[in-house]
């Protein structure tokens, strides 16, 4: 019986060790290597029979402002794209919720949709809508409503509306599946005890969708947080998003030990506002 | 409260799932609407609470009529048949839930849901949740919550189905109890017929969204108006048959099971009628005693024992079941096995003739 139970979860958990954690170690490995003319273009390891260590990237990081900057840039866009995933989702979930049996899985299947085209042909189909000679700046000019193309694409505005429309499935479905769990009955009881419907939404509606709203922010955030690709072809070159300045390292500049400490700061940075909005959601639900 | 010709059809061509319904409640009775599942019992609930809208007819109580008032403004509170308390809010929060729309000073909602949770004794676990509680207790807040904004009807939903037996009979008394001290009229609806008639002081037994037959629990029992409340209220033998004239003032039913004699005022000959006899107004007899009328020989088939009486199946000579209620009690009276010959006699004022 236990040994059967130990298998089930060995065995997932070998798979983890193995395409996780490993990959892990050696991004550390590299971390707090030199860069090298050599391939792969970093030192190894142990020389001569030697540790050879050093905290050089680490120290790079903290010294040149370009990071943090990034860093906090990536927390910033997330953040932002986060509440508004979470208002234009909540009720787009809570209406889905609310529909009729035979309706909602056509409506679930919309929200699932966009996931059957490939992200990126889906982000380059944003730039050709966006663009200076784009299809939106094209039709608004021929119904004369502007007489100069608007700029849509490489500011703020064209990265949050690729992570807005990127991640709100993300938001959407733990929402739904939460909302959709709420017994209707409460509603009625209390609007029988004298609650007016905005009322109803504040203290029963919201408080009990509380576990879906802290799974959808967790589920956008952290992958908005790291994005690469939306700051990259909708973002100009002035858009810092760590995730994009990690890519630059290692593809542009060929710089792999820094690119790893970045990685490495990226994490543990991460896993802090990640653990203190945890435990506040916690406290609220 | 006064109910006048209402009626709800949920789909357009359907069957109305409330037919032409009126009813009068007065203040403060204990009301109950009985009927099986599907006839339309919950669904006149909820129009009454404003849930659903009525296609025609009025709804009104004290005499104000409730036609586009919403749920929060009605003078109504239900308590749910799951309850529906709020999961996210303790006990006293639940209860308190009403009087905080209203806005009222935090003193006197504090003191408002103490006095509810000693009504209903749940003051020891009013910090709990409701996940917390058992299925009585939970019944006990879902009560205070819907009594704490002293509505002028309350609306009970199949108040003890959730409920194991022996609580379910305790909580019966104790309704009962609340219902005197808080002097709220309740309506309550139920499929249970035991529950209705212990509770309430007038009962409306509903099938397929109408009402067949209203009165006091007693004289429904005892006057079932149709076949149909006679079945669902208690339990009844029926002996099909016809009018073949009278004597002595007793009216005389040709029926499958014999000659019976009723006490009934008269009707044409040839009526077709059934001769509706309660099981525990039938006596038992051993088969040798005929000095009676409307005796029916038969063989005791199966006995239920029950405790203080055992229900019998009893075949007459027809093939016809009958069912009888054998009294377990005094010792005198003659105990049957199964198997043995026995005979059925009731008296011509125990029986009732049904038309319809």
């Given at each position: 019986m236990n040994t059967r139970r130990f298998g089930l979860i060995a065995l997932p958990y070998a798979w983890l060790v193995l395409f996780f954690l490993s990959p892990l170690v050696i991004v550390i490995k590299i971390s707090v290597a030199n860069e090298a003319v050599a391939i792969p273009p970093y030192t190894p390891l142990f020389e001569g029979g030697r540790l050879h260590v050093t905290d050089a990237n680490y120290l790079l990081l903290l010294s040149d402002s370009l990071y943090w900057k990034a860093y906090w840039g990536a927390i910033r866009y997330a953040a932002i794209a986060t509440i508004l995933t979470l208002l234009i989702g909540y009720p787009l979930a809570y209406g889905i919720a609310r529909t009729p049996v035979r309706w909602r899985n056509l409506l679930l299947m919309a929200i699932i949709l966009?996931?059957?085209?490939s992200f990126l042909i889906r982000v380059y189909a944003w730039i050709g809508l966006l663009k200076e000679n784009g299809i939106v700046n094209h039709a608004l000019l021929s119904v004369g409503l502007i007489d100069t193309p608007l700029?849509?694409?490489?500011n703020d505005f064209s990265v949050l509306l690729g992570l807005v429309y990127a991640y709100l499935p993300f938001m959407v479905l733990p929402l739904y599946a939460q909302l959709e769990k709420l017994d209707p009955a409460l509603n009625e009881a209390a609007a029988d005890l004298g609650a007016r419907p905005l009322h109803i939404f504040w203290q029963v509606t919201l408080p009990l969708s509380l576990p879906g709203i802290a799974a959808g922010i967790l589920l956008v955030f952290i992958p908005a947080v790291g994005e690469f690709v939306i700051p990259d072809l909708l973002?100009?070159?002035?858009?810092?998003?760590i995730g994009k300045i990690l890519w630059d390292e290692f593809?542009?500049?060929?710089d792999w030990p820094t690119a790893s400490a970045l990685a490495i700061a990226m994490l543990v940075l991460l896993a802090l506002p990640m653990g203190l909005m945890r435990r506040l959601l916690r406290g609220i639900a | 409260m006064q109910i006048e010709r209402l009626t709800k059809r949920?789909?357009?061509?359907?069957?109305?799932?409330?037919?032409?319904v009126s009813l009068a409640i007065d203040r403060q009775e204990f009301f109950a609407l009985l009927g099986?599942?599907?006839?339309?019992k919950t669904t006149l609930l909820r129009l009454i609470a404003g849930f659903e809208t009525a296609d025609t007819g009025v709804i009104a109580i004290d005499g104000a009529?409730?036609?586009?008032?919403p749920p929060y403004r009605r003078p109504v509170n239900i308590m749910f048949?799951?309850?529906?308390?709020?999961?996210?809010?303790?006990v006293a929060r639940n209860v308190g839930f009403g009087l905080r729309q209203e806005r009222k000073p935090r003193g006197a909602v504090d003191a408002r849901v103490v006095a509810l949770l000693e009504l209903v004794k749940m003051r020891a676990l009013?910090?709990?949740?409701?996940?917390?509680?058992s299925g009585g207790e939970r019944q006990r807040v879902a009560l205070a919550r819907a009594l704490a904004k002293e509505p002028k009807l309350l609306l009970l939903d199949?108040?003890?189905?959730?409920?194991d037996r022996k609580l379910r009979e305790e909580m019966r008394f104790e309704l009962k109890h609340i219902h005197q001290r808080v002097g709220i009229t309740f309506l309550m609806v139920t499929h249970d017929q035991e529950e209705a008639m212990s509770m309430a002081s007038r009962l409306a037994v509903m099938n397929e969204g109408r009402i067949e037959q209203e009165g006091s629990p007693e004289h429904v029992y005892e006057n079932p108006a149709n076949r149909f409340v006679a079945g669902f209220l208690g339990a009844v033998n029926l002996f099909e048959g016809k009018v073949a004239g009278a004597e002595a003032g007793l009216l005389i039913v040709d029926s499958e099971a014999g000659r019976l004699a009723v006490a009934h005022s008269p009707l044409a000959a040839g009526t077709a009628v059934a001769v509706a006899i309660r099981p525990e107004k039938l006596r038992f007899m051993t088969a040798?005693?005929?000095?009676?009328?409307?005796v029916l020989p038969g063989i005791v088939r199966t006995i239920a024992y029950r405790g203080e009486a055992s229900t019998c199946q009893i075949e007459l000579a027809s093939g016809q079941l009958v069912r009888g209620t054998m009294s377990n009690?005094?010792?005198?009276a003659p105990v049957f096995l199964p198997g043995a010959a026995l005979s059925l006699s009731f008296t011509p004022d125990a029986a009732r003739l049904l038309q319809s």
């Open positions: 966009p996931f059957w085209t700029r849509l694409i490489d973002g100009g070159p002035k858009t810092l998003m593809f542009t500049n060929h | 949920f789909e357009p061509d359907a069957q109305p799932a409330v037919n032409n099986p599942s599907g006839c339309g009529d409730m036609a586009g008032v048949q799951n309850y529906a308390l709020f999961p996210h809010m303790n009013a910090a709990r949740r409701p996940g917390q509680l199949e108040p003890l189905t959730a409920l040798r005693d005929t000095t009676t009328p409307n009690g005094d010792g005198k």
